[in-house]
């Protein structure tokens, strides 16, 4: 249902980054990465399919963009990486006690939920209002994540803006908001 409102508000956009992310973005996002040397997420990442790589190029957008200090009444925040990285993907093993983890779960925001080991992707939810929209891989969750935001008419999380603009403006070409930083990974992918 959120994929078809979506296409109802941006139908030139619907499919654009299911369609582009693994034959554009993803590989040139994994050469962006292998030069600021992120190791830990490409650990053997050349001996993997298309589709796995794709999945962790998604996870380095967290890395590749860096968080940015935002202001909440007076007081200022800074998220660290690893808020960021909860707030776009949030990765739990694969026995996750779903139940327990929606019930903890206090959010308002829609986001991803990866269940894996590692950086593999067993189960992809995305998670919006305490409910769990399972999904058949961890790009189609991110897609719907995306359209959500969307068809709810719902703010990006703060903690993790830059990414979902960077989707947005980028993946997607819908315009809007754009820090600076998107617009030099924009220019980077555009000469990778």
């Given at each position: 249902?959120i994929s078809q409102d979506f296409s109802v508000l941006h139908l030139e956009s619907?499919?654009?980054?299911?369609?582009?992310?693994?034959?554009?973005?993803?590989?040139?996002?994994?050469?962006?990465?292998?030069?600021?040397?992120?190791?830990?997420?490409?650990?053997?990442?050349?001996?993997?399919?298309?589709?796995?790589?794709?999945?962790?190029?998604?996870?380095?957008?967290?890395?590749?963009?860096?968080?940015?200090?935002?202001?909440?009444?007076?007081?200022?925040?800074?998220?660290?990486?690893?808020?960021?990285?909860?707030?776009?993907?949030?990765?739990?093993?694969?026995?996750?006690?779903?139940?327990?983890?929606?019930?903890?779960?206090?959010?308002?925001?829609?986001?991803?939920?990866?269940?894996?080991?590692?950086?593999?992707?067993?189960?992809?939810?995305?998670?919006?209002?305490?409910?769990?929209?399972?999904?058949?891989?961890?790009?189609?969750?991110?897609?719907?994540?995306?359209?959500?935001?969307?068809?709810?008419?719902?703010?990006?999380?703060?903690?993790?803006?830059?990414?979902?603009?960077?989707?947005?403006?980028?993946?997607?070409?819908?315009?809007?908001?754009?820090?600076?930083?998107?617009?030099?990974?924009?220019?980077?992918?555009?000469?990778?």
């Amino acid at each position: 249902m959120i994929s078809q409102d979506f296409s109802v508000l941006h139908l030139e956009s619907s499919g654009r980054l299911t369609e582009n992310w693994n034959p554009v973005f993803s590989t040139k996002i994994i050469c962006m990465a292998k030069k600021e040397k992120t190791a830990d997420l490409l650990t053997n990442i050349d001996s993997l399919s298309g589709d796995k790589q794709g999945d962790i190029a998604l996870q380095l957008l967290t890395v590749l963009l860096p968080t940015a200090p935002y202001k909440l009444g007076k007081r200022i925040f800074r998220p660290s990486s690893l808020e960021m990285r909860r707030a776009f993907i949030d990765v739990k093993p694969i026995a996750t006690n779903m139940a327990e983890y929606l019930m903890k779960s206090t959010t308002e925001h829609p986001y991803v939920l990866m269940l894996g080991e590692g950086h593999q992707c067993s189960q992809a939810f995305v998670i919006v209002n305490g409910a769990a929209l399972e999904q058949p891989s961890l790009l189609a969750a991110v897609d719907v994540c995306f359209k959500a935001f969307f068809v709810f008419d719902i703010s990006y999380p703060k903690s993790c803006a830059k990414v979902w603009e960077f989707i947005q403006t980028t993946v997607f070409q819908i315009p809007g908001h754009e820090s600076n930083a998107v617009k030099l990974m924009r220019a980077q992918i555009a000469t990778t």
